[in-house]
């Protein structure tokens, strides 16, 4: 399982991104898939899960209110919308296979597979 997160940046408080998750040579859809975050000297940080239905979805506090994750099955592409960003958002962002979406599997990084991780730095 190759997972790939893409649309990371740049960008000032207050503005928006978009990240995807990709997956190179299988299907994302029977997938539960997470996001989680690491920032310079910092553990690592459970952000957000998606089930495969995509009628279970889970967030952390920190993010709750600000980012959305969903899935496109058809193009096989998990999406975490980042709006009202902030500097402590900074970090390199992660996408993830998991068994379950819930609070346990975000929380204690319950991963089976991640891969290259996308860079959002938020300026203040």
């Known amino acids: 399982v190759q997972l790939q997160a893409s649309g990371g940046g740049l960008v000032q408080a207050g503005e928006s991104l978009r990240l995807s998750c990709t997956a190179s040579g299988f299907a994302l859809d029977y997938k539960t898939i997470a996001w989680f975050r690491q920032a310079p000297g910092k553990e690592r940080e459970g952000v957000s899960c998606?089930?495969?239905?995509?009628?279970?979805?889970y967030y952390a506090d920190s993010v709750k209110g600000r980012f959305t994750i969903s899935r496109d099955n058809a193009k096989n592409t998990v999406y975490l919308q980042m709006n009202s960003l902030k500097p402590e958002d900074s970090a390199v962002y992660y996408c993830?296979?998991?068994?379950?979406?819930?609070?346990?599997?975000?929380?204690?990084?319950?991963?089976?597979?991640w891969g290259q991780g996308t860079l959002v730095t938020v300026s203040s």
């Open positions: 993830a296979a998991a068994t379950l979406c819930n609070i346990v599997v975000v929380q204690t990084l319950d991963f089976s597979s």
């Open positions: 998606i089930s495969s239905s995509g009628g279970s979805t």
